[in-house]
T-cell receptor, first 110, second 114 residues
């Protein structure tokens, strides 16, 4: 069965510091991986997906199949990055097998 | 610009009441989902539907049922609400052919059962 783990429930960094939110997965096939973000009082929204290899709001994430990881990184954290971040895995193309991690709350301190 | 709409932002219900949570999407998506979001547990799938009148159990279906009579609407039903169903409920939709795309979520309904 697919599983997504995010080892940190809470991560606090100072403004301007680098940030890395960890995500590991277990899946025997080729997964599609996503990062979702939920800002205070806003809906959960897609931040980025590994297949597009994009950078959104300064965040990047690289899929490391050897380590089964998909860590989210940003070189210089901003206060507006404070939010709840969920890593998610899709094991099929029909959205019927989509697994979320438990989430990491990022707090960027001034 | 709102694409997935959940009818209520906050609900307070009494134990034993029958509760309906409504979700409507305007993107013509085939797949719709109901999750509950709890601190430390992340998002847990309750039910999903991949077509009108079709439904599949997710990871935690006990105490819940769903209805999908029209493509755009997916309802979550708590037959007899209990205090352990106090949670944030999120509806989401996804295109049936959109393997490259994730979900679009609604704003959520925070349900409190007293």
């Amino acid at each position: 069965a697919q599983r997504v783990t995010q080892p940190e429930k809470l991560l606090s960094v100072f403004k301007g510091a680098p940030v890395e939110l960890k995500c590991n997965y277990s899946y025997s096939g080729s997964p599609e991986l996503f990062w979702y973000v939920q800002y205070s009082r806003q809906r959960l929204q897609l931040l980025l997906r590994h297949i597009s290899r994009e950078s959104i709001k300064g965040f990047t994430a690289d899929l490391n199949k050897g380590e089964t990881s998909f860590h989210l990184k940003k070189p210089f954290a901003q206060e507006e990055d404070s939010a709840m971040y969920y890593c998610a895995l899709s094991a099929d193309n029909y959205g019927q097998n989509f697994v979320f991690g438990p989430g990491t709350r990022l707090s960027v301190l001034p | 610009d709102v694409k997935v709409t959940q009818s209520s932002r906050y609900l307070v219900k009494r134990t034993g009441e029958k509760v309906f949570l409504e979700c409507v999407q305007d993107m013509d998506h085939e797949n719709m989902f109901w999750y509950r979001q709890d601190p430390g547990l992340g998002l847990r799938l309750i039910y999903f539907s991949y077509d009108v009148k079709m439904k599949e159990k997710g990871d935690i279906p006990e105490g819940y049922s769903v209805s999908r009579e029209k493509k755009e609407r997916f309802s979550l039903i708590l037959e007899s609400a209990s205090t352990n169903q106090t949670s944030m409920y999120l509806c989401a939709s996804r295109s049936g052919t959109g393997g490259l795309y994730g979900y679009t979520f609604g704003s959520g309904t925070r349900l409190t059962v007293v």
